[in-house]
């Protein structure tokens, strides 16, 4: 069973940056897009953004300019910068990681909490 962890979460203030990162508990060989999620409470989860094996990037319009996904496909890891961060990003922010075999399936992290003050 695979375990995806995220980390980084915390309290900033409005203004200030966080990194986030997401892990895999052991190498999945056939992981290709991995994305960022979140969800603030009564919101439906959202995507925040993505990027796919080639490196090639996606991202929600409300964080284009301001959050930088970036990943390590050797060690399946991900990160997000996030910078001049709003109390609208404050959510639960999930990993997903999509994997191609033995099927098309994918994997969540727990989430890790971001609260951004005002």
């Known amino acids: 069973q695979v375990q995806v962890v995220e980390s980084g979460g915390g309290l900033v203030q409005a203004g200030g940056s966080l990194r986030l990162s997401c892990a895999a508990s052991?190498?999945?060989?056939?992981?290709?897009?991995m994305g960022w999620y979140r969800q603030a409470p009564g919101n439906k989860r959202e995507l925040v953004a993505d990027i796919t094996s080639d490196g090639s990037t996606n991202y929600a319009a409300s964080v284009k300019g301001r959050f930088t996904v970036s990943r390590n496909s050797v060690k399946n890891t991900m990160y997000l910068q996030m910078n001049s961060l709003k109390p609208e990003d404050t959510a639960v922010y999930y990993c997903?990681?999509?994997?191609?075999?033995?099927?098309?399936?994918?994997?969540w992290g727990q989430g890790t909490q971001v609260t951004v003050s005002s």
């Open positions: 052991r190498i999945i060989v056939s992981v290709n897009t």
């Open positions: 997903r990681l999509n994997y191609s075999w033995p099927s098309n399936s994918f994997y």
